[in-house]
């Protein structure tokens, strides 16, 4: 295999499309690597060979992202792609070592995500149908099912969309869910979430009597991410005015509501997916901000 960049990032993409990454993956690391390749390339010249990289090059490319004052998320989403590329490129025996591990990956500054509270999630919840109406949404019982799932068994968006019909037992009411690198997981749902899938269903009118995607566009073909943000956007803009909720809103106050009420935290981390406990345990510091400001209002010394 040629040594140049542009043809061992294409070489690298197609080992991950073999290996079943996402889409969404490989075209967020395509996009950055491809960006990593023009910046390390002269004006009118070539691309270095991957032998020729070292660390004050890789240096001088993280402080060209620093001066683009890119947010440290992006900076350090960018690095994880080179150095999974170079990795890869060890591993094929194209380099010796990966000079990108050689490098301080960025502090992330550590946000607790915005969670609303169990009063306003249900508030919102409540507010579908009638808002629906309102408005004359032309698949209320679909954008019910889309909110009680998101709330009600803490899904990304990705896997909600990816549901398909075979993936739910009505009866005993749990879902197959397919989240991040194809891993799967059952989670549980609970009557309300029940009561508004089965709505849904009855409704549903797919384009193709194949198809097999449990939540549908207008076309009667499979929902999009971008399709549910839309949708969740709206609603949340007509009930709280509050345009900024996202369908990861609901995953962040799944995870809270249920610690607060006494969920053990590596029961939340299976029904989440999380592969580390540690991913998980940023919710104990949602709950923990949430004690305080009680505390603080309540506390008569505080």
Not at 175 to 200: H, I, N
Request: with cysteine.
């Amino acid at each position: 295999m040629s040594d140049g960049l542009p043809v061992l990032v294409d070489g690298y993409l197609a080992s991950l499309a073999r290996e079943n990454a996402s889409a969404h993956t490989i075209r967020n690391y395509g996009v950055d690597l491809n960006a990593w390749v023009a910046f390390l390339t002269p004006p009118d010249g070539e691309p270095p060979l991957v032998t020729e990289l070292d660390v004050l090059t890789m240096r001088e490319w993280l402080a060209s992202l620093y001066d683009k004052e890119l947010e440290t998320s992006s900076v350090r989403r960018k690095l994880a792609a080179v150095r999974s590329f170079l990795k890869w490129a060890e591993r094929q025996g194209l380099v010796q070592r990966n000079v990108a591990r050689l490098v301080r990956t960025p502090k992330m500054i550590q946000r607790l995500p915005a969670v609303p509270s169990p009063e306003t999630a249900s508030h919102l919840l409540d507010s579908v149908k009638e808002q629906a109406a309102e408005t004359d949404r032309p698949h209320p019982a679909r954008d019910l099912a889309i909110f009680e799932l998101l709330y009600g068994c803490g899904l990304r968006v990705s896997e909600l969309v990816g549901l398909n019909l075979r993936d739910i037992d009505l009866n005993e009411r749990w879902m197959r869910v397919r989240g991040k690198g194809r891993k799967e997981r059952e989670v549980p749902y609970g009557e309300r979430a029940a009561d508004a899938l089965l709505r849904w269903l009855e409704a549903r009118s797919p384009s193709d009597p194949a198809e097999v995607a449990v939540f549908l566009n207008h076309h009667g073909r499979r929902l999009t991410d971008r399709s549910v943000r839309r949708v969740v956007r709206f609603y949340s803009d007509q009930v709280l005015g509050d345009s900024s909720i996202h369908p990861h809103t609901f995953r962040h106050a799944y995870a809270t509501h249920m610690l607060a009420s006494g969920a053990d935290l590596r029961a939340i981390q299976e029904l989440l997916g999380h592969a580390r406990l540690s991913t998980t345990q940023k919710y104990t510091q949602v709950a923990l901000s949430d004690l305080m400001r009680v505390y603080d209002k309540c506390h008569p010394r505080a």
